[in-house]
């Protein structure tokens, strides 16, 4: 899976990344001001999410989460790859996936009461914020764990989809079951490596 994953980066980079971000350099942009500009963007979309405008708040969140994740590509480009960089885009990557389920829990509370969605939603949340947190306490750990599917690529596209297609709930049943099965797997392969 990783190795499928990684083979898609390759293309995903030559496409779209390198690209944009020579362009933002050019415009004088920073990696960490368009890593905040990129959170903006996905704050205003999930406001629409809340709201239901789904169509646009997909949109809007599909932009936020272009330019999150071309702010690595902007400071490799540039040679301006720091510590400080790198934190602030791991936190802000949690802050940005975690303001869109709550712009989609909140339209459930607040718009059209579902307890359901809301249930599903507060799962797809924990298991999403698991996912990325074992994978980095393995790394601090010196454990390798790149193991498992539904990465925040993959969340994102199904979420983006759904919200476009204004069907937030199936992203819900598709990212309750994947994120689950994949915070569990990641779990695993990090135990089992933790033996070697």
């Known amino acids: 899976m990783e190795k499928?994953?990684?083979?898609?980066?390759?293309?995903?980079?030559?496409?779209?990344?390198?690209?944009?971000?020579?362009?933002?350099l050019s415009l004088k942009l920073?990696?960490?001001?368009?890593?905040?500009?990129?959170?903006?963007?996905?704050?205003?979309g999930s406001f629409y999410v809340y709201q239901g405008n789904f169509l646009i708040g997909g949109i809007i969140v599909a932009v936020g989460t272009l330019l999150d994740s071309i702010d690595g590509s902007m400071a490799r480009l540039?040679?301006?790859?720091?510590?400080?960089?790198?934190?602030?885009?791991?936190?802000?990557d949690r802050f940005s996936e975690g303001i869109i389920f709550i712009g989609i829990a909140s339209y459930y509370i607040f718009n059209e009461f579902n307890d359901l969605?809301?249930?599903?939603?507060?799962?797809t949340l924990l298991c999403s914020q698991l996912i990325s947190y074992i994978r980095a306490k393995c790394e601090s750990l010196g454990i390798e764990n790149k193991s498992g599917f539904f990465t925040?690529?993959?969340?994102?596209?199904?979420?983006?989809?759904?919200?476009?297609?204004?069907?937030?709930?199936?992203?819900?049943?598709?990212?309750?079951?994947?994120?689950?099965?994949?915070?569990?797997?990641?779990?695993?392969?990090g135990l089992n490596n933790a033996k070697n």
């Open 30 to 44: 920073t990696p960490n001001i368009v890593t905040i500009l990129g959170f903006i963007i996905t704050l205003i």
């Open 78 to 92: 540039s040679n301006n790859e720091s510590k400080l960089g790198d934190l602030l885009d791991s936190v802000v």
């Open 152 to 189: 925040r690529v993959e969340r994102s596209i199904v979420i983006i989809v759904c919200l476009i297609i204004s069907q937030p709930l199936i992203g819900l049943y598709i990212l309750v079951i994947g994120t689950s099965l994949s915070s569990i797997w990641r779990l695993y392969s």
């Open 117 to 123: 969605a809301i249930f599903l939603t507060i799962i």
């Open 4 to 24: 499928f994953r990684q083979k898609i980066r390759f293309y995903t980079k030559k496409l779209y990344e390198e690209p944009i971000s020579k362009i933002l």
